[in-house]
């Protein structure tokens, strides 16, 4: 058909990058916990928050139920999505494999480890622990994806660091939680300084196992607090439910 395609794109590029910037902010307070697993949420009273209409936000809402952030219920709304233990373990088991699978580059001649970057990152957590104030759980969280995303991203293999980053949004899902531990993540912090000290030495199995076993504790802590505190963020069903 003749004509100029552009003028009839245009809106639609328009409604997509309003859906893309929803998107990332109902992400972004998922992952948080400002938006909790179970919350139901109401289309109209985001669209006027974000200050945009409804059809960006149902896009929102498809696009975040695809990635599992999201359940949609046709009969009864739209909620977070809660874990089942099931779902947390494949979370877990999925960060371990990609990790484990990582962590031999860190030894080889085409390594990308960059240990200063690592020692700053210990660094900086080890000045939130010597804090007299409230614990600053999202900079150690950032600290800690730094520490995490730096193993995975020394094998030089981007379709694997693509696939540790859509992993991550589940990841801290379930971990905001685990950050009511001020005690738990000072003891992460400690298994990451001998980490990144067997990384640093250089000991490749001192390094792998400490690695695995402290994804293997951090998994079995967040099920325990989260199964033991009564919030119903996670269920021992097969499947969550809302």
């Not at 409804?54 to 896009?59: A, G, S």
């Not at 952030?69 to 494999?97: D, N």
Request: glycine share 8%.
């Amino acid at each position: 058909m003749a004509g100029f395609p552009g003028a009839q794109q245009a809106p639609l590029i328009v409604k997509s990058s309003l859906a893309n910037q929803a998107c990332e902010v109902l992400r972004q307070q998922i992952i948080q916990g400002t938006l909790p697993p179970g919350h139901r949420l109401n289309i109209h009273e985001i669209a006027v928050q974000l200050g945009i209409s409804r059809t960006p936000v149902k896009e929102a809402f498809n696009r975040l139920s695809l990635d599992g952030l999201l359940t949609i219920h046709p009969q009864s709304g739209t909620f977070v999505s809660r874990f089942s233990i099931k779902q947390i373990r494949e979370i877990f088991e999925a960060r371990l494999m990609l990790e484990l699978w990582s962590a031999p580059a860190l030894f080889d001649g085409e390594s990308r480890w960059n240990a200063a970057d690592a020692e700053r990152l210990l660094a900086r957590c080890e000045e939130l622990f010597e804090s007299s104030g409230e614990f600053d759980f999202a900079t150690f969280a950032i600290c800690d994806r730094g520490l995490h995303t730096s193993i995975v991203s020394a094998s030089g293999n981007r379709r694997i660091s693509m696939m540790y980053e859509s992993v991550y949004p589940y990841l801290q899902m379930v971990r905001v939680y685990w950050g009511r531990s001020r005690e738990r993540a000072l003891r992460s912090h400690r298994e990451h300084i001998r980490i990144v000290d067997a990384i640093n030495r250089p000991d490749a199995g001192a390094a792998t196992e400490l690695l695995r076993g402290h994804i293997a504790g951090s998994q079995e802590d967040i099920i325990r607090l989260l199964t033991d505190d009564g919030s119903g963020i996670i269920t021992s069903q097969g499947e969550a439910d809302n």
